[in-house]
Structure formats: structure tokens, C-alpha cells
């Protein structure tokens, strides 16, 4: 297999990976909050993105602060796992959703809780894993 191949391969099985992980969080978060939950208040993609972010942070460490992850590791877990993971567009589509139906107020909060609360996991993530092999 080429190098190519394999670069679209890891993106392949790490994007398939997270993209079911999304799945499975949206799922959690509509039996936690009840049938049609998602179109009150989107909590399934704000795990998604919070915990990608989190992953992300925890990951970045490894790869710039230690430099131990190879760059397959980068492709396979940063490019493909969490880009399947976290749900950006579907943040943006479900905020533009909710400021169209009038909820300006879910549609604001929509907005800081994804990125306030992504920021701060990103930052938590590396603090983390700088605490335990820092």
C-alpha cells in the first residue's frame, strides 16, 4: 500500500470511528433528555464537540509538548477519529435552526456553551495529561 493509501485509510477508519462515537452520544443525550429533546436544546452535538475538544487538548500534549505520537497517529486519531467526533457543522446548523424558530436564547446559549465549554476542555485535556505525565 502507498503512503497515500495508508494517510487515507487511518483518516477512513478514525473518521468512521468518531463519526459512530457522534451516534452514540446523540443517542445518550436524547434517552437523558427525553424523545425530541434535539430540537429543544442540540446536547448531543455539545457533548460531541466537548469531549472532541477535550481529546484534543489531552492528544496535543502528546503530540507538540512530548512529540511522542508519530504523525499516523496524528492522521488516525486528531484527522480522522475527532474530525469524525466533533460536529461543527451540525452546530452551526442546529444554532441557525434555533435562532430561525425565534429561540434567540437557546440559539446565544447554543453558541457559548459550545465554545466557552470547547475552549476550556481543550485546555483541560492538555492540563490533564500534563499532570500525569507532565
Known sequence: MTDALVKVFLVGVGGGLGSISRFGLSEIAQ???GPGSAQR???GTLMANVLGCLLAGFLAFFLIDRSVLAPQHRLLL????LGGLTT???FGYETVVLSKSGDWGMAGLNIVANVVLGLAAVW???AAARAIWG
Open 124 to 126: 483541560a485535556g492538555w
Open 78 to 81: 486528531m484527522t480522522g477519529f
Open 31 to 33: 434517552q437523558l433528555l
Open 41 to 43: 436544546y442540540p446536547l
Open 88 to 90: 461543527f457543522s451540525s
